[in-house]
């Protein structure tokens, strides 16, 4: 469905400045603490990522850990540095602010997907963002749940139910691509972020990259879909594909 060309003039990348409705509010659990937000972090004060892959190698020594992105989100950086943030808290408080700097490793334009590696090789992140397999059990009206920085602001997590797939033509690359539509409110500064759902057995999979929305219409969140992030990562990151991610649960 060309449901952008009717508004295509609306349409927006979602780290642009842009204010929509306020978000729901979710109360947070001892699982989303590990497995979201914690594994999420603030790019280059604009962006948000997801940690995917972080592992010590047995012979040097050295870690290499790996942040899912937009590609958005990293034009303009592939030769230079870029900052990440990964906030600590306690109580519901920002106790401090642990920075690292990173460097561009690859991206997908069409996909509107990229990597980014850490340049520290010694700090090892034991909690990375659970991947999806080949399949996931997803349907329409199923609760979701998007992590960002929304303005640049404070980690911020919300929920919304699946919606569908839906083909988007962005104006600046003349092709249309299938992505998800869900419902969570999402502003400037979350992409970049991760859309997850939660599986039977209680895990927080992540499912969906967040890429566009649509000014003036919250609730409208567009986000890279699995399938995509998993074919991305083959070649973009395959340790990550062969480090974390799991197949489909079946209860």
Known sequence: MRFFALVRGALF???????????????ADAAWQEEMLGVTVQLNGNCSGTLIYSDRDKKTGDVDTYILTAAHCVKGSESRNMTVDIPVYQENRVVKRESYVAKYKTKSFSADLAVVELIDKETYFDTVATLPGEK????????????GYPMGLGLTITEGLFSSYDSINFPERNEDTEYYRATPDIIGGNSGGALYHKRPDGKYELIGVTTAGIR??????????????????KTAAPKAIDFKIEEVFQP
């Open 13 to 27: 990348l979602a780290f642009a400045a842009t204010i929509t409705q306020s978000s729901v509010a979710v109360a």
């Open 216 to 233: 003036g219409a919250p609730y409208m969140g567009f986000y890279t879909p699995a399938k995509k992030i998993r074919d991305f990562l």
């Open 136 to 147: 996931i059990s997803i349907e329409m009206g199923d609760r979701v749940y998007t992590v």
